[in-house]
């Protein structure tokens, strides 16, 4: 079945950097677009940033552009997400998420667990 | 500010039918067929319940339909039952450099 499983949230200052990792299973990572979405502490959710299943073509929001950074390795089925500059709103769940292969790009049929980063001071 | 515009909650007893609105614009909601919904229950991840406005994935029971019309999608919920409460959160395409754009998210109280 198919398995998506973050880690590397945690406790940051502002201004640090953190790196998320998402093991993928359970299917053929490569074939799939995936994606990073958060949610604040009692907030809804906000799309982070995309990428395609070769990673040739990352689309970021407007608030992370130039501080997150998003990748994948294919040969090891792992997504990740570094994030420099860190900031107090970037707190949130961290999200891994598979795009359902639709072509839409909002379509997301898989999510992790989640992994919590706290920036504070 | 979400991107999509949701009423903060709804509410319906056991039974009844209820409908969430999200409101976009051209560039999203209503210039693609781009529109999911998902379900969150407190503490867990959210859950795709409809994709391309009106699909259901396999598993998800026919209670749930989506439809749109012009710049507003809707979630139709019909026979409310206990478990459906939950948070309801609508997403679109949108054609910009932001590709994905979320509402702000729905309160569903089953009374």
């Known amino acids: 079945q198919v398995q998506l499983v973050e880690s590397g949230g945690g406790l940051v200052k502002p201004g640090g950097s953190l790196r998320l990792s998402c093991a993928a299973s359970g299917f053929t990572f490569s074939d799939y677009y995936m994606s990073w979405i958060r949610q604040a502490p009692g907030k809804g959710l906000e799309w982070v940033s995309f990428i395609t299943g070769g990673g040739s073509v990352i689309y970021y929001a407007d608030s992370v552009k130039g501080r997150f950074t998003i990748s994948r390795d294919n040969a090891k089925n792992s997504l990740y997400l570094q994030m420099n500059s860190l900031r107090d709103e970037d707190t949130a769940v961290y999200y891994c998420?598979?795009?359902?292969?639709?072509?839409?790009?909002?379509?997301?049929?898989?999510w992790g667990q989640g992994t919590l980063v706290t920036v504070s001071s | 500010q979400s991107a999509l515009t949701q009423p903060a909650s709804v509410s319906g007893s056991p039974g009844q039918s209820i409908t969430i609105s999200c409101t976009g614009t051209s560039s999203d909601v209503g210039g693609y067929n781009y529109v999911s919904w998902y379900q969150q229950h407190p503490g867990k991840a959210p859950k795709l319940m409809i994709c391309d406005v009106s699909n259901r994935p396999s598993g998800i029971s026919d209670r749930f339909s989506g439809a749109k019309s012009g710049n507003t999608a809707s979630l139709t919920i019909s026979g409310l039952q206990a478990e459906d409460e939950a948070d309801y959160y609508c997403s679109s395409y949108r054609s910009s450099s932001t590709l994905v754009v979320f509402g702000g998210g729905t309160k569903l109280t089953v009374l």
């Open positions: 998420v598979r795009d359902n292969g639709g072509g839409t790009y909002s379509a997301f049929d898989y």
